[in-house]
């Protein structure tokens, strides 16, 4: 008859041989695996152009108020110095870089020019401009701000976002009741004030 300290031995190596066993079968199995390279997602390149015109007396926007813009408008004017407007041809985007694009425009006293459509976030960068003018088939796009549906991005509240806007407009010496008139517009449709109604309410202040 075996002894208990025997059989205790004879368990133990038995279970040993069993967890090697399972080590082998894992470590063929790692090494028969193909190992596949990390995706990396690189993210789109800027989707606007910024340059100097052919005149080379102003910058020339046109796409979209994209990630990247307020980065190169500054590092345009530090290569231009010289230059004191930019024209303005844009659809919107994001209201973030539309605000830092104001911040150049303002440290620089940068003139704002639109000769054809600019709205939502191009809007508030043209309200930056030292001097705002627009041309005769101009177009200025404005509408009120919210999230859609029922969905919420982080700490994002659209009327807050609003009233941020809505100072820079203030800043710029823009007629409160026009100020107030943007407070109360609902996100479509766009709203397309008149020449008339843009030069009384000081949005353009030229000629």
Same mark, same amino acid.
């Not at 066993?21 to 789109?44: N, Q």
């Not at 110095?81 to 930019?86: F, H, L, T």
């Given at each position: 008859?075996?002894?208990? =300290? ?11 041989? %069993?967890?090697?066993?399972? %080590? ?25 152009? $910024? ?18 813009? /307020? ?14 407007? #930019? &024209? ?12 830092? =694009?104001?911040?150049? %425009? ?16 191009? =809007? +508030? #960068? ?7 003018? %627009?041309?005769?088939?101009?177009? +200025?796009? +404005? ?8 969905? &919420? ?6 009327? /807050? ?6 100072? #820079? ?15 109360? $517009? ?8 008149? &020449? =008339?109604? +843009? ?6 202040? &030229?000629?």
């Amino acid at each position: 008859m075996m002894r208990s =300290a025997d059989v205790h031995l004879r368990v133990l190596q038995v279970l040993l041989a %069993l967890a090697l066993a399972g %080590l082998f079968v894992v470590s063929v199995a790692v090494a028969r695996t193909e190992t596949k390279p990390p995706i990396l997602r690189v993210p789109a390149p800027p989707d606007f152009e $910024l340059r100097v015109n052919a005149a080379g007396d102003a910058f020339e926007f046109e796409g979209r108020v994209d990630f990247g813009l /307020t980065e190169a408008l500054r590092n345009m004017v530090a290569r231009h110095p010289g230059i004191r407007a #930019i &024209h303005l041809e844009s659809q919107g985007g994001y209201i973030a870089e539309a605000r830092g =694009a104001v911040t150049v %425009l303002r440290a620089h006293q940068l003139k704002t020019h639109v000769s054809g459509h600019c709205a939502s976030a191009c =809007a +508030l #960068i043209f309200a930056g401009g030292s001097m705002r003018s %627009l041309g005769p088939d101009g177009r +200025l796009g +404005l509408h009120g701000y919210a999230l859609q549906g029922d969905r &919420h991005f982080g700490m994002i509240d659209p009327v /807050t976002e609003m009233q941020r806007d809505l100072e #820079i407009y203030r800043a710029q010496g823009l007629d409160e009741a026009f100020v107030a008139r943007l407070a109360e $517009l609902p996100q479509n449709p766009m709203w397309y004030p008149s &020449h =008339a109604e +843009l030069r009384a309410s000081r949005m353009v202040t &030229h000629p």
